[in-house]
């Protein structure tokens, strides 16, 4: 029991089960806007369902159908979710400290010379 209970308290799992329920909530925001925009694309060209349409008998418009959902659905994503973390992220993130530069071999052999003639004298 100790380690499910480690397990349950893990904060991946936690983290995980967060990201799980606002992933279906933000889906089906997506899904909606996406609705609202193939309505308004229907509106101005026609119906912008292409389910019906079979040029030379093969099913082509559900893919085309499938095809333009997923084109909103992942600009949704990009634009209202990817762009602004990483324009957050990128604002308040601390900017890195430089790395102070690896002495070269010249500086170690330097040092030892110097460390020789202290312990020679």
Known sequence: MKGFKEF??????????VAFVIGGAF?????????????????????PDFSAWKPGGVSVGVFLTALVA????????YFGVVLPYNKAKARF???????????????LLVEIRDVLK???N
């Open 27 to 47: 889906a089906t925001v997506v899904e909606a806007f996406t609705t609202m925009f193939m309505d308004i694309l229907g509106k101005a060209g026609g119906t």
């Open 70 to 77: 997923f084109v909103i659905m992942a600009a949704v994503v």
């Open 118 to 120: 202290t312990q020679r």
């Open 93 to 107: 993130e601390k900017p890195a400290e430089e790395a102070a530069a690896a002495p070269t071999t010249e500086d």
């Open 8 to 17: 349950l308290l893990r904060g991946n799992l936690v983290e995980l089960a």
